[in-house]
């Protein structure tokens, strides 16, 4: 047979889509997520592989595990360089909005994802926290921080104190304190910024932030600033803090060795306490509301996409950030295995709940902690929090450590943060 030039072009034409078929094929076959976290969310990602790929056998994921800091100064270089980004990006709560407002994350709510159908699905106030002013959804939420107060059952008892005196009020919080100081000689509490952290989360107006009120002003000479600030400084000067700061050695000898007669964080340090901050405490801690019917977040883990990121690869991406947010079992699993409480309001049915955890003292903790959930509101997350932070915790210290009166140091730090808006 004979073949001519027009048939022979026929047949590289033939070839070629047929190699461009099987290149996409190939490229399929071998298709990689890459998935930026950090401790211990990077450990949930890697215990969920086995389901997805049960899914999408030809997806493989790569996690990208970075400690904390480390995880998310990696991001914030990618995002700005548009270079080296993951196709799923991991966020602790704090760094959503900053991440948001520069433009750099998928707007969730498009409609290649459509993320607002499953609003419902998730405790408010962890979705509404990855929603920005002009209402784009930049990430997920995955797990969250409901705030407690853990304190230790046995100094309590030594010291006489009524464990109701701990959460009645913040003066009768601050009185117990005195008490168990007197008593025993332990602290009430690692240092005394912890009790102004919590009053500043309290109260906030529907759309303001913790330092910005709704229209994005700085607002930190407000009632809730200034209580906290003097709650602080009656702690510190009659005393009851070890002036420790969080995650310190001391800090953890202040657990293990029982100079901490509380703290108050979000629940999810209770894990940490059992299994490596004081496993020898066991038994000794319970866990209890915030003081005076104070409602809390501490932190929460979410997912989002870059804008960067490889497009290819984007619905898929979607698909592990559904699965690891809407998925019942691996909520579960991520809570039972790391602590990690669930955002997803279809879990807080589940028998887990209601066991008793073994740490502290046989109590059923969870169910006080679901409650919390239910409670917290929506906080509205600034670029500008983690700046706004360090100069009220500037301005705090000067009052704890140099006597300086709590009014003006907050009228100080207002000047500043609104300087810094001006610019």
Known sequence: MQITKRGSALLRTGAGALLAASAL??????????????????AIVKSAIPAFKAKHPNVDIQVVSRQFADHHTAMTTA?????????????????????????????????????????????????DQATSRGGAVVAVPSDIGPGTLLYRADILAKAGVDPAQMTKSWDSFVAAGVTIKAKTGAYLMANARNIKDIV?????????????????????????????????????????????????????????????????????????????????????????????????????SFYAIPKAANPANKAMAWEL??????????????????????????????????????????????????????????????????????????????VLDQGKDPAAALADAQRLLEHRVRR
């Open 79 to 127: 995002l700005a360089t548009s270079s080296h980004l993951p196709d799923v990006m991991v966020l602790e709560v704090g760094y959503v909005g900053r991440f948001a407002q520069g433009g750099g994350l998928e707007d969730l709510t498009g409609p290649a994802y459509g993320v607002q159908k499953f609003k419902s699905r998730f405790v408010p106030y962890a979705y």
């Open 200 to 300: 500043i989360r309290t109260g906030i107006e529907p759309g303001a932030g913790i330092y910005f009120d709704a229209k994005g002003k700085p607002d930190v000479t407000s009632p809730r600033f200034l209580r906290a600030f003097e709650l602080a400084r009656r702690v510190r000067q009659q005393g009851l803090d070890g002036k420790i700061n969080d995650w310190s050695n001391e800090w953890g000898e202040g657990f293990k060795r029982g100079t901490l007669a509380s703290e108050m964080t979000g629940a999810w340090l209770a894990g940490h306490l059992s299994t490596w901050l004081a496993p020898n405490t066991k038994g000794l801690w319970r866990a209890a509301q915030l003081p005076e019917g104070s409602w809390a977040a501490y932190g929460g």
């Open 321 to 398: 950030i559904k699965m690891m947010t809407l998925d019942r079992s691996v909520q579960i699993n991520a809570f039972k295995t790391q602590d990690a409480f669930p955002a997803l309001l279809e879990t807080y049915d589940d028998p887990f709940f209601d066991q008793p955890i073994e740490f502290l003292g046989g109590q059923k903790a969870r169910l006080i902690w679901r409650e919390a959930a239910r409670h917290i509101k929506a906080v509205t997350v600034n670029e500008l929090d983690p700046f706004a932070e360090e100069v009220v915790n500037t301005e705090l210290d000067k």
């Open 25 to 42: 094929t190939a490229a399929q076959a071998q298709q990689t997520l890459t998935v930026a976290a950090y401790p211990a969310v990077d």
